[in-house]
C-alpha cells in the first residue's frame, strides 16, 4: 500500500523550506489526505501523485548556488527517473 508514502511526500512538500516549521505545526490538510486515500487505487495515480509532490518540492529549492540546494536538485532528478 502506497498510501502512508504518499501521505509522507506530502508532508515533506508543506515542511520544505517552510519557516513556520519552527513556529507552528505544519500538516497536511484533511482534504488532502482523504483524496489521496480515494484516489490512489491504481499505480498510475500513485505515480502522479509522486511526480505531483516531487515537482512541488523541485519549486521550492532556492535558486541560488549552494551545496544543500545541488544536493536536492540531484535527488528531485533522481526521482523523476524513476517516473519516467
Known amino acids: 500500500c ?3 508514502q504518499l501521505m509522507a ?4 512538500v508543506q515542511l520544505y523550506n517552510n ?6 505545526v505544519v500538516k497536511i ?3 488532502l489526505a482523504c483524496k489521496l486515500m480515494l484516489n490512489c487505487s491504481d499505480i498510475k495515480q500513485v505515480e502522479y501523485y509522486f511526480s505531483l509532490f516531487i ?7 532556492p535558486k541560488y548556488s549552494n551545496i544543500n540546494n545541488k544536493q536536492m536538485q540531484e535527488l528531485i532528478n533522481k526521482s523523476k527517473q524513476l517516473f519516467n
Not at 515537482?55 to 521550492?60: C, L, V
Open 29 to 31: 490538510r484533511k482534504g
Open 2 to 4: 502506497a498510501i502512508p
Open 55 to 61: 515537482s512541488k518540492i523541485e519549486k521550492k529549492i
Open 19 to 24: 519557516p513556520l516549521v519552527f513556529t507552528s
Open 9 to 12: 511526500i506530502a508532508t515533506l
